[in-house]
């Protein structure tokens, strides 16, 4: 049987990045070290991880093929396996980047530590951040547990009622460390809320709940709206970019600027520069670390996602599988907990949060749900229609109630018996048949490029919210 050859990999570009990296990595042991020495190496050793992703993903395929972890492309015309589940390959490179990278984020406090025990005359008292080092390593775990469900998931294919809940224990070590370091579980309520509520609620138990439902959602979110080439790895790599420019608004830079939210609604204008005065952090140096910390884990990631794209695009050589949908949802929900910016994370969410709310009467059992909710391919035309549930006999009430609902937005399509009136068809409920239903066939690469520009029109509406629209609600400094 033939297989599909590996893309052809650019190689002249890619080893002049090798020095580049080398750079970044080696810079922050030159003098004068730069202002956030950390992220220099963390940058470093993305571009590592992007070379180590594109050169193993098509390396290790044919030893995934011959593990019998392969499937065959449903939109294609071929029948030539390809090598599924290689989101195993992104994640064991993430995930190993962050652990080389522990030494580097820590590398102040250990210098500082040091210096302080060469001193032999007075008191020096320098503490190790433990809490800190606590919230990274229950991080790497979380992300850890999350790529073995993920991989058990392509290996057995749990069924969807099983896996919706997986994510929550890979949560546990985050909340752990939360409780256990007291974190904050009140929330600020929205001025028109305010005569009722008061300014503060403490959710208590419900805030937990709450985090561990947004690390439920985030991973599977991204698992939902798949089935096309490229689709899950690139909604990550955009939410990923999304969160990345999100918090360089935190972080300090040498120049000065305003940007002019009252344009949006914003009562005030947001002021950069200045060394820990960026314009969101407001001078604070913690939020400041929030958002390195986030940065820590978002840059590698987008690394690793770029480098497995390069494959998955039309038409797909490797197949990320579950494993790669797990991981990334835990990569956001990490960043959105511990950094302290979850409403935020879940704005760049907004296609994800549609495609679920769509897609609940069939996940929910009120519409019938088949194995495969994927457009539906026509291999003489080499285009995509949106594919459909049948009805064998007349709809139950509530089914067809919710059905005629959709059909009266145009979220779906019906087929309805001349005589009888019964549902006889009805599109299925995600966003991909939406498209289709709504713009017309279209091959299965433009309905990619749709899906991307949704989702980056997704993130540009959420920084408008996030720093316009929200100044409607909440007053003072909405850290």
Partial sequence: MAVLQPRPLPTVFLASLVPVATWLIIRPLLDPAPPLPALYTNLGLSLFAFLTTLYLVPALGPTFIQANLKGRDLLKPYHTPIPESQGLVCASIYILLLMLFI?????????????????????????????????????????????????????????WRHKLPIPIIASIPLLMVYYAERGNTHVVVPIPLRPILGTLVNLGPLYYLYMSLLSTFATNSINILAGINGSEVSQALIIAISVILNDLLYLPWPVDFRIPLHLLGNKAEVDFGGVWSAGMAHGSQELVERHLFSLYFMVPLVAVCTGFMYHNWYPARAFPGDTLCYVTGMAFAVVGIQAHFSKTLLLFFIPQIFNFILSCPQLFGIVPCPRHRLPRYDPDTNLLHPSKTMFQQAPPKLTAATLRTLAAFGLTELTIHPTTGNILESTNLTILNLFLLRLGTMSEKRLVQVLMCTQIAGSIFAFAVRYGLAGLVYDGDRR
């Fill in 103 to 159: 030494p580097f984020a820590f590398a102040n406090s250990i210098t500082m530590i040091s210096k302080a025990d060469m001193k032999h005359e007075g008191m020096s008292v320098v503490e190790f951040p433990h809490y800190q080092l606590s919230v990274y390593l229950s991080s790497l775990l979380s992300l850890l547990i999350a790529t073995i469900l993920g991989f058990l998931d392509d290996v057995f294919d749990i069924r």
